[in-house]
C-alpha cells in the first residue's frame, strides 16, 4: 500500500504584479504539521522594466521564510530592518502579534533584466506564541548546515533533524529539507523524520511503489516513519514537516490565527493603519474583502 497521501499540484495565483505556483493551503490538506503556506515563485525572467513591487502588508500568528534560488529581494519591515536577499539565504521573520514589511526587487536590479525563483513559506506559531513580540532572523548560505550521504548532498535549512541544527530561530518542532543528487539514489530517511511530513519536487523527479513524480508536486507522507523513495539523477526536492499542532489554524489573507476574534482584530488594525508602518514606505496594500 502506498505510503503517499496526497498529491498537490501547483496552482497559478496572482500576488499583485506576480504570479506564482499555490502549494499550500490546498482545499484537502490545509497544512502539513506547522507549515500553512507554500508558494513556489518563477523561475520569472523579468525585463528591465518589470520588477517585483509588493508595497507593505501585515502578517500575524506566524514566521515567514525566504529561500532564493535566483534573483534578490529588498525586505523592509516594521522593526527597521533593511536587507537583501540572495540566493541560499534564509530570511526568517516572525510576524507574532504583527508586523508589516515590504518586497522589492533592489533598486540596482530595477532597471536590468533579472530572475527570479525561489520558496515564499509561512509557518504557524504554537498558540501560547501566537502573540509574542515580532522578531527578525538573517541566516547566510555557509550557516547552515551541509552534508553528503550516499551521494545524496543534504542542506537543513530550517529546523532540527538527523543530528543538525539550523540556526534558523523556530518555534515548534519541525525541518525544511533541501535534497540534491546527480545519479538515480535510494533513500530511505523515516526513522529520522517525525510529524506530518512532505515532498516538494523542484526538479528531476521521485519514484515511489512504481509511481514516478516530477517538478511542480507535492507529496503528503501517510507517516513520516516510512518515508523511503527513490531520488533520480539530477533532482532536487525539499523535504518539509514537524508536529502538528492540536487546534486549527483559521487563515485570512496574511493572518494565520488559533481564533477568528484574533484575525478580525488584525483586520481591524490595519484598516485603521495602526500596525507600526515600515520606516521609508508610503504605499500599503489594502485589506481585501472576503470572509475568513
Known amino acids: 500500500m502506498s505510503n503517499i497521501k496526497l498529491i498537490i499540484e501547483e496552482r497559478p495565483s496572482d500576488i499583485g504584479n506576480f504570479m506564482v ?22 523561475p520569472a525572467l523579468m525585463s528591465d522594466h518589470i520588477n517585483l513591487d509588493i508595497p507593505p502588508h501585515p502578517h500575524i500568528g506566524l514566521s515567514t521564510l525566504t529561500y ?37 526587487t533592489p533598486e540596482y536590479l530595477r532597471h536590468t533584466n533579472k530572475m527570479l ?24 548560505a555557509d550557516q547552515l548546515p551541509v552534508w553528503e550521504e550516499n551521494g545524496v548532498q543534504y542542506k537543513l535549512i530550517a529546523g532540527e533533524v538527523f543530528g543538525h541544527q539550523s540556526p534558523i530561530p ?10 540534491k543528487s546527480t545519479s538515480k539514489t535510494n533513500v530511505k530517511i523515516g526513522d529520522q523524520l517525525f510529524g506530518e511530513s512532505g515532498i516538494y519536487i523542484l526538479e528531476g523527479g ?13 507529496l503528503v ?25 492540536p487546534e486549527e489554524r483559521f487563515i485570512y489573507w496574511n ?13 481591524t488594525k490595519w484598516l485603521a493603519q495602526e500596525f507600526d508602518p515600515v520606516p521609508g514606505e508610503t504605499e ?9
Open 21 to 42: 505556483g499555490r502549494l499550500l493551503p490546498f482545499r484537502e490538506k490545509r497544512m502539513v504539521g506547522p507549515f500553512s503556506f507554500i508558494d513556489h515563485m518563477g
Open 68 to 104: 532564493l534560488f535566483e534573483g534578490a529581494i529588498m525586505h523592509k519591515d516594521s522593526l527597521g530592518t533593511s536587507v537583501e536577499i540572495k540566493p541560499g539565504q534564509v530570511n526568517w521573520m516572525t510576524s507574532g502579534k504583527g508586523i508589516a514589511h515590504s518586497e522589492r
Open 117 to 140: 525563483h525561489g520558496l515564499q513559506i509561512w509557518v504557524a506559531l504554537p498558540k501560547d506564541l501566537e502573540q509574542m513580540e515580532p522578531e527578525f532572523f538573517h541566516a547566510d
Open 170 to 179: 523556530v518555534y515548534s518542532p519541525l525541518y525544511l529539507l533541501e535534497l
Open 206 to 218: 521521485v519514484e515511489s511503489e512504481g509511481n514516478t513524480f516530477g517538478p511542480k508536486q507535492l
Open 221 to 245: 507522507a501517510k507517516e513520516s516513519s516510512l518515508c523511503e523513495f527513490t531520488l533520480l539523477a539530477n533532482s532536487t526536492i525539499y523535504i518539509f514537516g514537524g508536529e502538528p499542532f
Open 255 to 267: 493572518f494565520v490565527a488559533t481564533s477568528k476574534e484574533l484575525i478580525e482584530a488584525a483586520k
Open 284 to 292: 500599503f496594500v489594502p485589506l481585501p474583502e472576503r470572509k475568513i
